[in-house]
């Protein structure tokens, strides 16, 4: 006969098997939580979901296997948290434990246009690139090959506008945010400190107001030049020039031709190419005599010969082959007190004009004070000027590099007024970013020129030690303050742009100088021969550099925007993205601390809307897991012109 147990004896079995076995009621879940609540994948694509658990006191639930669930497995499918993407649409992946859960929401998407096709995508070694201009640009595939790629989109506008802009949504699909350098734009505000020539473009302002005013007197100009320098001309030094000691009247005005304001002058200094000049009402325990007369040696034997054997020789208006160089307060006055910027002297191009009526052409410029001539800071140790304090040693420090910049102004519109035939109109005045990047690339040349380095040199880290820190700190530290301007905000600002009505502010200057060195080093053949051709020619702007270069320069400014990346940091990329002469990735570590190039991460599903200004660039950095592939998409409010071109480039 069957014997069964009794139900007590069925209850105290039981209970022995819960002690024995106590996971079988579980832990005292409180509330699960799964991170994230959303993502978004692309088909074939997995992302990992993190779930945990904690009691009625708060605490963390450890060593429990959750319960993974897809409620939609035909769009997502999970394994202990790894989600794999199965067809476009939303699924809600569940965690369980305990009795309780909690739900993510995971979106899957389908990669853009032909992505997931064979063949569809191309297959980048590292240094690889490729580049789709308009409506090819729509669409851009990336392979993360077999164990896994990173990459950089760089876009560029490159419209030859001043004034246009264009906005960008960037859709990407399919990758992550990658890891490693460059690190995201950092505080980087040195140049307005140290940039003595950072005058917030007055003198720039200043020029550009008074060429239609001095355009119409050109004619005029023109044939009193040729009538007064026809014939047999002096040597240098039997030219006359006032003697030390001699006052002068010197015009300091800035109304053109009108409404002078007249300094005297002390000529303290007398040169074959200089005839420097004191203003009488200076700040007292300013420059020397002996520091004056060290300007005009530097002037003759650094500054002259560097500046001619590059541009060319300047026209000789007054007639004595030198150059005016007037240092006075109302240099100063022109910095308001406390202004964030400091103008460190200017030329301006009245003085290049006649200053009484011909008989027989008029024209005439009264304000003119008919030379080649430049208005310079001077020190003001105790800030009797608005308040500005100048040390000797900080006027001392820019003069030479101000004197450098501003002496390529007047060797370009001195020949393009009279020693270069063909000029009509207002071509005589170098559009100004164009004319700014000459100047830059003057400063540059002295520090080449007294290191006795040539360009492609690949200078880094090294210009701030030993004997190339003096002359990079005097004649190139500028120059690289600017240009790191430009790269803290490349979206906004380029080589030409004129965003916010300036279009000669730090950045775009240093865009434009940092763009015609990369243009010498490809081009690779005579710097001066193409810095001169720049100058002496009837053409401005981009139809000059079309015409120097041979080539389109709006497609070199876009290989250039891609070498500001590439540089000394990918390897082998091809030599247009390169920069032969300066290793900034180096230079800019070694004074900041960092490379300040500001890019933008790329995370599926997650899109970057992006504002270019003319001729602007924009860097975005993607990963792509291996075995798999990835799109962006790329849109504007409008079909996507000609003028905007996207170039791939596989980084690791």
């Not at 053409?539 to 000059?544: A, D, P």
């Amino acid at each position: 006969m069957m014997r069964f147990p009794s139900a007590a004896l069925v209850l105290l079995l039981v209970s022995a098997a819960a002690c024995e076995n106590p996971a079988v009621s579980g832990p005292d879940v409180e509330i699960v939580t799964v991170s994230p609540l959303a993502r978004t994948i692309a088909v074939g694509e997995q992302t990992t979901l993190i779930a945990s658990a904690r009691d009625d006191e708060g605490g963390l639930i450890e060593d429990e296997e959750f319960q993974w669930s897809s409620l939609e497995p035909g769009v997502a499918s999970v394994n202990l948290g790894v989600v794999t993407g199965v067809a476009p649409g939303t699924a809600r992946i569940v965690a369980e434990l305990g009795g309780k859960a909690d739900t993510a929401q995971v979106t899957v998407v389908a990669l853009a246009g032909n992505c997931a096709d064979a063949g569809a995508t191309p297959e980048l070694a590292v240094g690889g690139s490729y580049t789709r201009n308009g409506a090819a640009a729509a669409v851009l595939c990336l392979s993360g090959a077999a164990s896994g790629a990173e990459y950089t989109l760089i876009s560029h506008f490159g419209v030859e506008s001043t004034t246009a802009t264009m906005a960008l949504r960037f859709d990407p699909v399919g990758v992550s945010p990658p890891i490693g350098p460059p690190s995201p734009s950092i505080a980087f505000s040195t140049a307005a400190a140290r940039d003595a020539a950072g005058d917030g473009g007055f003198h720039l302002r200043l020029n550009e107001r008074a060429v239609p005013a001095l355009t119409a007197l050109l004619p005029a100009a023109r044939q009193a030049y040729a009538r007064t320098h026809s014939g047999p001309r002096m040597s240098t030094a039997q030219q006359s020039a006032p003697a030390v000691g001699t006052l002068l009247q010197l015009n300091v005005g800035l109304e053109f031709c009108t409404k002078p304001d007249y300094r005297t002058g002390r000529v303290v200094a007398v040169s074959n190419r200089a005839l420097v000049v004191a203003d009488t009402a200076n700040p007292v325990n300013g420059f020397t005599d002996a520091d004056y007369q060290h300007v005009a040696a530097t002037f003759d034997t650094l500054v002259y010969p560097v500046n001619a054997a590059a541009f060319g020789a300047p026209a000789d208006v007054d007639g004595n082959g030198r150059s005016l160089i007037f240092y006075t307060r109302a240099v100063n006055e022109m910095t308001p007190k406390n202004a964030g910027y400091v103008v460190g002297g200017f030329f301006y191009g009245r003085d290049l004009f006649p200053q009484k009526n011909d008989p027989n052409f008029g024209g005439a410029c009264a304000g003119s004070n008919l030379a080649e001539m430049f208005y310079m800071l001077v020190p003001d140790p105790t800030g009797t000027v608005n308040g500005n304090t100048r040390s000797a040693n900080y006027v001392r420090g820019s003069t030479v590099g101000v004197l450098a910049h501003e002496f390529q102004h007047l060797i370009s519109a001195s020949r393009r007024l009279y020693l270069v035939p063909g000029i009509d109109g207002t071509d005589w005045n170098e559009e100004a970013w164009l004319n700014e990047g000459l100047s830059h690339i003057s400063e540059e040349l002295l520090f080449y020129h007294r290191t006795q380095r040539q360009p492609r040199g690949n200078i880094g880290g090294e210009a701030l030690s030993g004997a190339l820190r003096a002359p990079y700190l005097e004649f190139q530290e500028s120059n690289t303050d600017r240009f790191g301007e430009w790269l803290k905000q490349p979206e906004q600002n380029s080589t030409h742009d004129a965003a916010e009505g300036d279009e000669a502010d730090l950045a775009t200057r240093g865009a434009s100088w940092a763009f015609l060195r990369y243009a010498a080093d490809r081009r690779n053949g005579s710097d001066n021969a193409l810095w001169y051709s720049l100058v002496n020619n009837t053409s401005v702007g981009f139809q000059n550099l079309r015409e120097r270069l041979d080539a389109e320069p709006v497609e070199w400014m876009r290989d250039w925007v891609v070498s500001v990346y590439t540089d000394d940091a990918v390897p082998n990329v091809p030599a247009i993205f390169t920069q032969p002469s300066w290793n900034f990735r180096s230079l800019y570590t070694a004074d900041v601390g960092k490379y300040p190039l500001f890019t933008r991460p790329l995370n599926s599903g997650q899109a970057v809307d992006v504002t270019l200004v003319a001729g602007g660039a924009s860097y975005l950095r993607a990963a792509v897991a291996g075995g798999l592939k990835a799109s962006v998409a790329v849109a504007s409010s409008a079909a996507l012109p000609g003028t905007l071109s996207v170039t791939v480039v596989r980084t690791k």
